[in-house]
């Protein structure tokens, strides 16, 4: 069974930068789509970004565009999520999640969860 692990939250100040790690195992995750997604309280979970499985194509939210960075390695069965200039409004738990290759921005397209790693962002 596949497992996500999420890592690398923690409270920052704004205009300050975070990278987020997904360790998968379990099976291989190549030929998949990787997302990550973000839950602020009170709010439903929303697309921040995904990647393609041989990382040639990116996708993000237009909230994050310019500021955050998705990338994968293969051989690591490894993601990321770089986020730079960070804003009070980037704060939430985090999740990667693993879906088909065709996988689009919504939560409903995702197989596997992470537990989700937590990001607070002070003003």
């Known amino acids: 069974q596949e497992q996500l692990v999420e890592s690398g939250g923690g409270l920052v ?15 291989t995750f190549s030929n998949s789509m990787m997302g990550w997604f973000r839950q602020a309280p009170g709010k439903e979970r929303e697309f921040v970004a995904r990647v393609t499985w041989s990382g040639g194509r990116t996708y993000y939210a237009d909230s994050v565009k310019g500021r955050f960075a998705i990338s994968r390695d293969n051989a690591k069965n490894t993601v990321y999520l770089q986020m730079n200039d960070l804003k009070p409004e980037d704060t939430g738990v985090y999740y990667c999640a693993t879906g088909q290759y065709y996988s689009g921005p919504y939560p409903h397209d995702y197989d596997y969860w992470g537990q989700g790693t937590q990001v607070t962002v002070s003003s």
């Open 13 to 27: 100040q704004a205009g300050g930068s975070l990278r987020l790690s997904c360790a998968a195992s379990g099976r």
